[in-house]
């Protein structure tokens, strides 16, 4: 069941490569808060002891927001945040294009939801495909995405 004033997290689909999310909420009073909604070494093959980096292959989102906005976000080092999208008022969209995670070195590969000014009768819907990166590098020249993810496959 849903809860008011709370952003619900669901888990659609858990590859070795990929990751579907649905992320809800509605609102009945003023909110503005940070929500962790996704944490990458919770997922499939996902390593506890290294960064598992998530970035997004296709969003789908829908928003009825009267004067705040959403904003989702990759979480990097310290609050040095990035965001993905950023929504509000009444707008629906779509996106098959790769989004390379962002968040400030070192990336965790976790995903932030930033709510701010949502108020009665405000909701929003999410659907976003975040890839699994078996390898990539910082501007700094650190390799990322090596060895987090114990999967069998070979990742992109």
Not at 24 to 44: M, P
Request: charged share 10%.
């Amino acid at each position: 069941m849903s809860t008011v004033n709370v952003p619900e997290v669901f888990i659609l689909d858990d590859t070795d490569k990929q990751t579907v999310v649905k992320i809800t909420g509605f609102y009945n009073t003023a909110t503005t808060q940070n929500t962790q909604v996704v944490t990458a070494n919770t997922l499939k093959g996902a390593s506890n002891t290294l960064p598992c980096i998530l970035s997004i292959g296709a969003m789908e989102y829908s928003t009825s927001i009267a004067n705040g906005f959403i904003a989702l976000e990759f979480i990097g080092s310290g609050s040095a945040n990035s965001n993905a999208l950023l929504a509000g008022r009444a707008n629906d969209g779509a996106w098959n294009r790769y989004i390379p995670n962002s968040g400030a070195a070192p990336t965790t590969g976790n995903l932030n939801l930033f709510q701010s000014g949502l108020g009665a009768g405000d909701s929003f819907s999410i659907i976003v495909t975040l890839i699994k990166e078996f390898q990539g590098t910082y501007w700094t020249g650190t390799n990322y995405g090596a060895g987090a993810w114990t999967a069998a496959e070979t990742g992109y």
